[in-house]
């Protein structure tokens, strides 16, 4: 039944009909009014819409074409992990959650998500079976379930070791409560504890117990549920080490308090309200005060009831889960109290007194109630509440309170009362979960916290939520980002990462943002402080602080009624900030709060300990400053607001978080009628959306959402590329790799893993329909050919029936022809006569046939019920075989899981150590690079390192001859005692024979006393073999020990490997965040390069300005000049004209002739007035515009300027910013590579002590198999031998043979004993060459102490540099505080590593880690320099852009200036003739003024005549002429001036078309300004950027820089640390190098002679066989021997004598024994004095070694000699045989004792001789191994060599790299010199810019005066040359007159035209 509910049927998923339905109708979603989105098929495409059929009504509609949703393939329908879906969309999204929650299944996966929907009904799928079947399972083994998250997170909590939180967010009634429930539920089966059942339980009993408790306490009913809870809770469960539970913690967030004084319609207050009514007995009751529901004003609705709860049972429940959680009676019955108080506090009334606003208690009967239930008294309660006393400056004062503040004030002591009980219930439940002593390793989290609010109007409570939720939400979105991050890492792909993380931070910023400028809660809190600040000053506050930002938006109308809105992730939220100030201070009255604590009931006195940090009634009365000052001094510290406290308790609950490994549940509401299996999509799409489910898909299509293993895509879509894969086995890889070629998908859309391969949203489904599409092609085409075949069968039957029909017809046909022929009818009748006859025979043959059927029939039933047996037998064996298929491939299946796993893992393993050597390959190919370039400064260097390399090579020599020596040492040790052993044993043999002869010669006394010595021997011989063992003992435990060392090494070296890899990833990324800000360096250098050469640009037409305003000064000092002498010319002439005017008016006769030439004149010049006039408005109107254009270009220049300037300047910080933070990295960078190089020697050493070990292993193995083989041989061959001696001793002629071996023996002892004096000498030699070796070696020891030195000064340089650098790095601290505890868990690892390996090394080893680390120093040295050098070249080439750009701005600069200049010269030309003209001008004024001067005579001339009237008559005719003449110098006047004007004419339209020219080359000057000034504010816009995410890197930077500072302490911790140790160590290696050099000389020798002695003794081995075979032959010819009895007798008397002879030598020898001790001491004494002649012996040396090789051939000679006395031997054995019969009575009693003696001594004997020959195998084995140890200690010699090279070549490189950087700061330091002197020159030229601008200023200014001059005289002149040439006459004086007045008139004018010009100008 639960499977229905957990599982999706399969047969729905791989429906073939919905596949085909999909295909075929190109089903697509369509958003709907109704259901949200709606399923369709595309019908048509046309441009921007789309023509579509609805599926459920066939009915049509277009719609737009972004309104149109990708719908999935049916494969994808009720997927469980909505992340695999290939269109990710809000509506395949909606739609795959709406069919699951149909189909029963509410749990689904959308990606780190798991989306639950509540079903409004019990499912049975948390039951413990179900528990048990989740328990221990991988999250994609089961399907989607609350407990598949809680059990991964718990066992990735016992793997990782890492803290675990579960993360349950939703609206109101999603079921986050019940989800959290039942993780507690889970957790607490599986981590029960066995041990202690009892305790355990209990906790466990108690946790569960939690949960009704502060549901009672903090939840209610609401509308939308029933048991919602109205405050957010984090539930900690602590874990022991080994997963048990340990304990558990609850923090509680925004508990709801407001509900406990006022609920809405149809909803409830807090349950224990209820319960208490309902469940409480008569007595409590009682005691309790407790009155009906309706009798409380606080219970709104009066008693609403729950179905299907009672309230009585679950009082009951409550009060039982107290006694569980420990809660004594006492504290239960005063909490009770406090919750009946809470009531009673809503029934006290205040009444408005008549008179005043005063309020007053009519009845106080409740707050006697309430009084008795808090244990305070009635009138300090009531006078607390009515007239509080307040503090007004230093005195307090009793204020009488109004109707309203005082039901406020118990309004906010009823919600504070219940909020303080419910704190204090949690940390009474946290009390008794936390009760437990054990420790707790690591904990799972669990936070029940409300979802995303967006109401029509929202308040500071859902401010506080949407918070918390942005915080939660960038939390996922950062976690998302990394686990992409890891999976793309861990599958090789290439991939841009983005944090979407960073984009919620704006949101944040927002709400929490301290100041620059402040948040919402920033500013609420410092609105709180001030006395007159309302919610309205808060809101226009906020406007004006965070108007401009772009999630912060003010209301659009003045209608609407909320006051700001603030865009967060989930949408738009609207505010209204009604009662903020009082939500956010929560103000109580501070003296009922008094009187509370003070209150006579414990529990409530407890509830109020914290009286002093309330905010009282003086802070918000609204006082005034006086007072606020001293309350706030009096306040402050004390005082914490609700959203101080608030941000305070979520920041410690995402640092929580943040420590641990998030797992989110999202939990959705389906409907809001509480009905089951009904889903309303907008409600869901909207949590959606408020959950951030659809921001996380959002992320997930920024990537790769579709994986697919390479099996599946090629099993699914090979049917799409037939060809491209060969026949044959192929990778999976590759196969995949080819499909995608030749499929031809953009490389946008898909990236080839390790083991999969990733696509975009969106392209699973196209390959989805291609492959429908395919499918559909081969199903028509077989189809085709099926029917083709059958319409081929129908055709061949219809042909043959044809045929048949043909046939019928002919012989119809013959038939009809036929019928009546006689003959025929004959023949019919006759024909079946014919076969009468045979009827028979046929009779016959059909019965055989019959019989034969028969027969034929019983044998098929009888076969056919055989068959029917086995068919059933083989379905049963088919059946059987199906089943063991299935299994076999279930197991398969697995099995190539596995496979797969293991060779994406191998592959994985492959490309990461492709990717190491190619890594090591490039950097082996760039220092041999930098090796050639920097062979110049490795001089100085090299001599240091050749030193330092002859030290460590002479250590190392010394080291490994040490312990080369040392292992030669123990194995002659081993032999000399092995030697010693068999000397001991030869002369004990001797001993033995010498007695035995003494035995045979003298009595039975002797005999007994040879036994008690032998006995002594024996005793003698076991002691030494008891040492012997206990050696060997010793050996192989040391043997073990160094097995242990191997192996612990083996872990170090694991841990070391794992550390590398963390290490290598730390570098890999930090190298990455290097390239982007070299990236960013280089872009931010080539903006400056740009912006300089703007700079220059601009400084270069300021220049050009300047020079044209100097043209312009000088042009303007000509004019002026000009118009001084013009204005002096226009006096002289007006007073001139004013004379002839009144002159010629008094004077002359105006005749009509005259007044007609008069007037046409004077026409004349008002027409050509007008034209001057209308000439010089154009002309001033035309400078007007110039002037304007120029001040506008000058203005748009310097804005320029400035703009340029202040870029330069943030250039400059910026450029300062990041050079320091490139030089911070590259410290970073090194101190990690130098970390990295640490590990990485560690690591190799470590690796080659394991393949030494590894080595040494192998060869002791089959060392050992030798061993064992010849351990059986010589078994073996032991016992032939035993046989051949018993045999031997059997018979008495062994005596000689025992005789000559002794002898034989003797001599070799006495050899032997004489090269153990020569090697002694030569050992002694060797010794003093060993010590003058010592003392070279401490000379370079010494040599090596001062170059330590030296490198500990280097290093003591680099401290204080380090300590520079974390000053400046402890600045940033603060903002790295969460990476710091991952770094500091990662010290950890690496201190605990450390440590091990520190304990375990040997001082050898410590010796090579500080060498390693300084070493490690230099190479970081180098890499620092290599940074440097880049950064230099880097430099360089900007250095160089900018000079290119430099040159081509130049270049176009020199354009415009070529450009300006030419104008210029065309404006300069057009004004010289201006000029030229100005000049024609005065010359004609200059002939106008002798012209006049001719009038004044011609004038005086008619005085005259006037005068002379008499003569009147006689010169009329004169007068006549005079005037004829007169009139033509007027005419040619007149021309003159026409030509005059006409040439002024032309100068003025010339100017006017320079005028223009100037103007269109100014315009086009402007609009290449206008260009590079967008162009300049784009690069500024970039550069604004980039500024911006510099700024962002730059924090990340600083973050992982702090992480780098404490790596850099530790690592200075460790070089301290490790100096001690390096003193210590080089004492105990002066101690070793002087061991190890008195040693090397003995180890040689010995050695040398070791080989020999084994080479002689295996030579007397064989001689020994090749005797005994010899010995056999001898045995044969026995019998012939006998003939030579008598010469046998003789030799038998000679070889008694002999023994004689050799018995007393033996006793001599025996006694003499201590003398050759003597002697040896004797010897070893004169050792010392033998020193001299060491160096003479080592030349006889040789000599010496022939000697030996004689010495050997006398040994085989005596062998020889040894055969033959064998034979002889033999042929006594006949004579004594005879000599047996003579002597049988001395036989019988020798053979007694003989028998006696042998029983003793043969045990003896065969027992040592085993023992001798084991510890000879031992011996042999030792050897062995000796000897591989010493190959593996000359590998490591190899080795150690290889890297002292290296070494060197680093070293080399190291100074180099300094020397290269020293070039490189003093190249920074020339381009900081070069930048400072820029800057300097750019003042300058500002300086100059704005002389020259007023400069400018004033030219224009004075240019504008000239010209309104210069129009004035141009006016005046013309009006002047009217009035000299007007003719006067007598009757028209008047008209003269008026003909003056209309010229002053226009004079006039002209005047005012000139002082409107000034006007306008003075007003510009």
Same mark, same amino acid.
């Given at each position: ?731 999976? %890889? ?14 946008? &859309? ?108 019983? %044998? ?251 043209? &312009? ?272 868990? &990662? ?12 304990? %375990? ?100 001339? =008619? ?54 020219? =100037? ?109 005994? %075979? ?295």
């Amino acid at each position: 039944m639960a499977e229905k509910y957990l599982f999706v049927d399969k047969d729905f998923m791989n429906n073939p009909l919905a596949q085909a339905d999909w295909s075929a109708k190109k089903l697509v979603w369509v958003p709907s009014e109704r259901h949200g989105f709606e399923a369709a098929s595309l019908k048509e495409e046309a441009g921007e819409d789309a023509l579509v059929e609805l599926a459920e009504n066939g009915k049509k509609v277009r719609v737009s074409k972004d309104d149109i949703q990708k719908m999935n393939p049916p494969k994808f329908s009720k997927v469980e992990d909505m992340a695999e879906l290939t269109c990710l969309n809000e509506a395949s999204v909606l739609h795959n959650l709406k069919e699951r929650y149909y189909s029963g299944l509410i749990y689904t996966y959308s990606g780190l998500f798991c989306v639950v929907i509540n079903p409004y009904k019990n499912l049975p799928i948390y039951s413990e079976e179900i528990v048990e079947m989740y328990k221990g399972k991988k999250r994609h083994e089961m399907p989607p379930h609350i407990y598949a998250i809680t059990d991964t997170a718990y066992r990735s909590m016992m793997q990782d070791r890492e803290d675990q939180s579960i993360l349950c967010t939703g609206e109101s009634g999603a079921g986050k409560t019940e989800n959290t429930k039942k993780v507690i539920q889970y957790l607490a089966h599986v981590a029960s504890s066995h041990k202690s059942k009892k305790e355990q339980g209990e906790l466990e009993r108690q946790l569960l117990q939690a949960n009704p408790i502060l549901e009672a306490f903090g939840n209610a009913k609401t509308v939308k549920n029933d048991n919602s809870s109205r405050f957010g809770k984090f539930i900690r469960i602590n874990f022991d080490v080994t997963g048990y539970i340990v304990g558990a913690n609850i923090e509680t967030y925004l508990l709801e308090k407001s509900r406990a004084i006022r609920q809405a319609k149809d909803e409830r207050a807090f349950h224990i309200f209820y319960y208490l009514m309902t469940g409480a007995g008569d007595k409590l009751k009682k005691e309790l005060l407790l009155e009906g529901y309706s009798s409380y004003r606080f219970l709104s609705n009066g008693n609403v009831t729950i179905p299907g709860q009672q309230d009585k049972d679950l009082f009951n429940e409550t009060m039982d889960a107290m006694g569980i959680m420990g809660i004594p009676e006492e504290e239960q019955l005063g909490l009770l109290k406090v919750v009946s108080g809470v009531l009673q506090l809503g029934n006290i009334s205040f009444k408005k007194e008549r008179n005043t606003d005063q309020a007053s208690m009519p009845d106080n009967t409740a707050a006697q109630k309430l009084c008795r239930l808090m244990g305070m008294s009635v009138t300090d309660f009531s006078r607390a509440i009515l007239s509080p006393r307040i503090k007004v400056g230093r005195d307090y004062v009793q204020k009488a309170q109004t109707k309203e503040q005082a039901d406020f004030a118990v309004e906010a002591l009823a919600k504070a009362t219940y909020e303080r009980l419910f704190r204090w219930l949690v940390l009474r439940i946290n009390k008794a979960l936390d009760k437990t002593k054990r420790q707790g390793a690591s904990f799972i989290g669990i936070l029940d916290i409300a979802g995303f609010e967006i109401f029509e109007l929202n308040s500071f409570e859902q401010l506080c939520i949407n918070y918390t939720n942005e915080k939660l939400q960038q939390l996922f979105n950062h976690t998302m980002f990394i686990l992409e991050q890891e999976e793309y890492q861990r599958e090789g792909i290439e991939w841009s990462f983005i944090d979407f993380g960073l984009d919620l931070q704006p949101c944040i910023d927002l709400i929490e943002r301290p100041a620059h400028p402040p948040g919402v809660l920033a500013l609420l809190d410092e609105e709180c402080w001030f006395p007159k600040a309302t919610d309205k000053t808060f809101v226009e506050k906020l406007v004006q602080e965070q108007g401009t930002h772009p999630k912060f938006q003010k209301p659009r109308q003045l209608k609407d009624k909320a006051d700001f809105c603030i865009m967060h992730y989930a949408g738009r939220v609207d505010y209204k900030a009604d009662e903020w100030l009082l939500k956010n201070m929560d103000p109580l009255n501070d003296n009922v709060a008094t009187l509370l604590h003070q209150s006579s009931d414990k529990f409530v006195a407890e509830l109020w300990k914290d009286v002093d940090r309330i905010v009282g009634l003086d802070q918000v009365a609204g006082m005034n400053e006086t007072a606020f000052g001293s309350s706030y001094k009096t306040k402050k510290g004390m005082f914490r607001t609700v959203g101080q406290l608030y941000k305070e308790s979520l920041t410690k609950l995402m640092a929580t978080l943040r420590n641990t490994n998030p797992n989110f549940v999202r939990c959705i509401i389906p409907n809001h009628e509480k009905r089951a299996g009904k889903l309303d999509p907008h409600l869901v799409l909207d949590q959606l959306r408020c959950n951030g489910v659809l921001e996380g898909i959002r992320i997930c299509r920024q990537g790769f959402p579709n994986r697919i293993i390479f099996q599946e895509f090629r099993q699914r879509y090979e049917i799409l590329t037939p060809n491209a894969i060969p026949k044959g086995f192929m990778d999976g %890889k590759q196969a995949c790799e080819r499909m995608i070629r030749a499929l031809e998908l953009d490389l946008n &859309l898909f990236r080839i893993g390790q083991s999969k391969i990733f696509f975009r949203a969106g392209v699973l489904a196209h390959l989805e329909e291609e492959r429908d599409l395919k499918i559909t092609d081969i199903i028509i085409y077989f189809q085709a050919v099926c029917r083709g075949f059958l319409a081929r069968k129908a055709f061949a039957k219809k042909q043959q029936q044809l045929s048949a029909l043909k046939v019928l017809q002919r012989n119809c046909a013959a038939y009809l022809k036929l019928r009546h022929w006689q003959w025929w009818r004959l023949f019919t009748k006759v024909k079946p006569l014919l076969q009468v006859t045979r009827q028979e025979e046929e009779m016959l043959a059909k019965d055989e046939e019959l019989v034969k059927v028969k027969e034929k029939q019983s %044998k098929v039933e009888g076969e056919m019920v055989e068959m029917e047996r086995k068919h059933q037998q083989l379905l049963e064996e088919k059946n059987i075989l199906a089943e063991q298929l299935q299994a076999e491939t279930e197991l398969f299946a697995e099995a190539e899981e596995m496979r797969a796993r293991l060779a994406a893992k191998k592959q994985e393993l492959e490309e990461i150590l492709h990717d190491l050597e190619s890594r090591v390959e490039e950097e082996e190919e760039r220092n041999q690079g930098l090796q050639n370039e920097k062979k110049k400064m490795q001089t100085h260097i090299q001599d240091l390192e050749e030193q330092l390399d002859e030290e460590e090579a002479a250590r190392q020599k010394l080291q490994l001859e040490k312990v080369t020596a040392e292992g030669k040492i123990k194995k002659l040790e081993d032999e000399v005692l092995i030697m010693d052993d068999q000397n001991n044993k030869l002369q004990k043999e001797k001993k033995l024979l010498e007695e035995r002869i003494g035995d045979l010669s003298t009595n039975m006394a002797e005999e007994e006393e040879k036994s008690k010595n032998l006995t002594k021997l024996k005793n003698k011989h076991e002691s030494m073999i008891s040492e012997l063992e206990v050696r060997l003992k010793k050996e192989e435990k040391a043997r073990q020990e160094l097995d242990k060392g191997k192996r612990k090494l083996e872990a170090e070296s694991n841990d070391l490997q794992e550390q590398i890899a963390d290490l290598q990833a730390q570098i890999a990324e930090l190298k990455a965040q290097l390239a982007k800000k070299e990236e960013e360096l280089q872009n931010a250098l080539g903006r400056l390069e740009d912006e300089t050469a703007q700079k220059n640009n601009a400084l270069k037409k300021i220049r050009e300005l300047e020079g044209h305003i100097s043209d &312009l000064q000088e042009d303007l000092d000509s004019e002026r000049a000009a118009r001084n002498k013009a204005e002096k010319y226009k006096r002289d002439l007006g007073e001139e004209l004013e004379a002839l005017k009144s002159e010629l008016e008094d004077t002359l006769d105006s005749t009509a002739t005259q007044q007609e030439l008069r007037t046409k004149r004077e026409q004349e010049v008002t027409i050509l007035k007008r034209a001057l006039e209308e000439e010089s408005r154009s002309h001033e109107a035309q400078m007007q515009e110039m002037r304007q254009k120029q001040t506008q270009a000058v203005e748009e220049l310097t804005e320029q300027l400035e703009q340029s300037k202040r870029v330069k300047a943030n250039l400059d910080k910026a450029k300062q910013a990041l050079e320091k933070e490139n030089g911070e990295l590259a410290r970073d960078v090194s101190s990690l590579s130098q970390a990295k190089q640490e590990v990485e020697h560690k690591r190799k050493k470590l690796e080659g002590q394991l393949t030494d070990l590894q080595a040494k292993y192998n060869d002791g193995e089959k060392q050992k198999a030798e061993l064992g083989e010849r351990v059986s041989k010589l078994s073996n061959e032991l016992d032939s031998v035993t046989n051949l001696l018993n045999e031997a001793e059997g018979k008495t002629i062994k005596l000689n043979k025992d005789v000559s071996s002794l002898s034989s023996q003797l001599q070799d002892t006495q050899e032997l004993l004489s090269e153990e004096t020569r090697m002694k000498l030569n050992v002694t030699t060797r010794m003093r060459q060993v010590e003058e070796e010592r003392n070279t070696l401490q000379e370079q020891l010494d040599e090596e102490v001062e170059a330590k030195r030296n490198v500990e000064r280097n290093i003591s340089t680099l401290n204080i540099q380090l300590s520079d650098s974390k000053k400046k790095l402890e600045e940033f601290v603060s903002s790295v505080e969460l990476l710091e505890e991952g770094k500091k868990r &990662l010290q950890r690892d690496l201190e605990a590593a450390n440590t091990q390996f520190e304990e %375990k090394a040997s001082a050898y080893d410590k010796l090579e880690k500080t060498k390693n680390r300084v070493q490690q120093e230099l190479e970081d040295l180098i890499v620092d320099l290599d940074n440097q050098r880049q950064l230099v070249s880097n430099l360089e080439k900007k250095q160089k852009k900018f000079d290119q750009m430099l040159a081509e701005e130049k270049s176009i600069s020199n354009k415009y200036a070529d450009e300006r200049d030419r104008a210029e010269a065309e404006a300069r030309e057009k004004e010289t003739r201006a000029l030229s003209l100005a000049r024609a001008l005065d010359e004609a004024q200059v002939s106008r003024e002798e012209l006049e001067r001719i009038n004044k005579q011609l004038r005086t001339e =008619m005085e005259d005549l006037v005068s002379s009237k008499d003569d009147v008559g006689k010169s009329v005719h004169e007068m006549e002429k005079s005037k004829r003449a007169l009139e033509t110098q007027v005419e040619e006047m007149k021309t003159q001036l026409e030509e005059l004007e006409d040439e002024l004419q032309a100068t003025e339209d010339a100017k006017l078309r320079l005028e223009v020219n =100037m103007q269109a080359l100014k315009a086009q000057f402007e609009r290449d300004l206008q260009g590079r000034d967008e162009q300049s504010e784009e690069k500024r816009r970039q550069l604004g950027k980039q500024v911006r995410e510099l700024e962002t890197e730059l924090e990340d930077e600083r973050k992982q820089r702090v992480l780098v500072g404490t790596a850099k302490k530790k690592l200075e911790g460790d070089l301290k640390e490790m100096e001690g140790q390096l003193e210590a160590v080089t004492k105990g290696r002066d101690e070793a190098i002087k061991q190890l050099r008195k040693i090397q000389g003995q180890v040689k020798d010995f050695q040398r002679e070791l080989e020999d002695a084994c080479n002689a003794r295996e030579e007397v081995l064989a001689t020994a066989k090749e005797s005994e %075979k010899k010995a056999k032959s001898l045995e044969a010819e026995l019998m012939q021997l006998q003939e030579d009895l008598a010469a046998a007798e003789r030799a038998r008397k000679q070889a008694e004598a002999e023994r004689d002879e050799l018995a007393d030598e033996l006793s001599s020898n025996t006694s003499g024994k201590s003398a050759i001790v003597d002697e040896k001491r004797r010897l070893e004494a004169k050792i010392s004095a033998l020193e001299e002649e060491l160096e003479e012996e080592q030349s006889s040396m040789e000599m010496l070694n022939d000697r030996l090789k004689k010495a050997m051939q006398q040994t085989e000679q005596l062998n020889n000699e040894l055969a033959s006395e064998r034979s002889t031997s033999q042929k006594n054995e006949s004579a004594r045989q005879q000599l047996e019969r003579q002597n049988k009575e001395l036989k019988a009693k020798l053979q007694e004792m003989e028998g006696a003696i042998k029983s003793k001594f043969k045990t003896s004997i065969t027992s040592l001789e085993a023992k001798v020959q084991g510890l000879e195998e031992q011996l042999e084995q030792e050897a062995r191994e000796k000897q591989a140890s010493v190959k593996g200690l000359r590998q490591k010699e190899k080795k150690l060599k290889d890297m002292l090279m290296q070494v060197e070549d680093e070293r080399k490189q190291a100074e180099q790299y300094k020397d290269q950087a020293e070039k490189a700061n003093a190249r920074v330091k020339q381009l900081k010199r070069q930048l400072e002197e820029s800057e300097e020159e750019a003042q300058r030229i500002t300086a100059a810019r704005r002389k020259l601008q007023r400069e400018l200023d004033e030219a224009t200014e004075s240019s504008e005066a000239m010209s309104r001059e210069v129009a004035a005289l141009k006016n005046k002149l013309r009006r002047g040359n009217e009035v000299s040439f007007s003719a006067p006459r007598r009757g028209g004086g008047g008209g003269g007159r008026r003909g003056v007045i209309e010229a002053g008139g226009s004079d006039e004018e002209a005047d005012g035209h000139d002082r409107d010009f000034n006007g306008t100008k003075a007003s510009e």
